[in-house]
């Protein structure tokens, strides 16, 4: 097992599908909220399918996934409904970003409907792909409201500031 852990990331894909699930994920993947040492020592649980709120690993051993596969999962798996609107949708265009005065139409419906059912009256939706982002663009835009305000150097007592995401250098100085 030490030599795959050294050397399978190197090793052409013919060779490492001889080796288990199992082997190839400790020799591969860093898992995240996870004690490393014991996953070397352990390994993963090898998730192979679901149904319903159940999932099922690689033994046939069933699972209640209570978590929705950490909220991605809330309407259960192998739900043909959803499939079939997540395949249709794929077809016709499976992702395109909102910068630069882009928009699409699944990103209207969805910020119509979120502003209908927000608990509180709200003008617009800021729609992200992660925490980083979503965070990345609320400084930017407190910033920008700063620097437009009656008080524009409000905006440069930030603590971020000229600090660098993965993206963007923020020039506010």
Known sequence: ????????????MNQRLN????DRDIASVVHPQTNLLKHLETGPTIITHGDGVYIYDDTGKRFLDSGAALWCTSLGYKNERVAR????????????SLFRHHSNPPAIDLSEKLLEIAPVP???????????????SAVKIVCTIGMVSENPKSARSLPATGAITARHAWPFR
């Open 1 to 12: 097992m030490e030599i795959i852990r050294r050397s399978f990331g190197r090793a052409p």
């Open 19 to 22: 080796f288990t699930y199992h």
């Open 85 to 96: 609107v997540a395949y249709e949708a794929m077809l016709r265009l499976p992702y395109f």
């Open 122 to 136: 709200m003008s617009k939706v800021l729609l992200q792909c992660s925490g980083s982002e979503a965070n990345d």
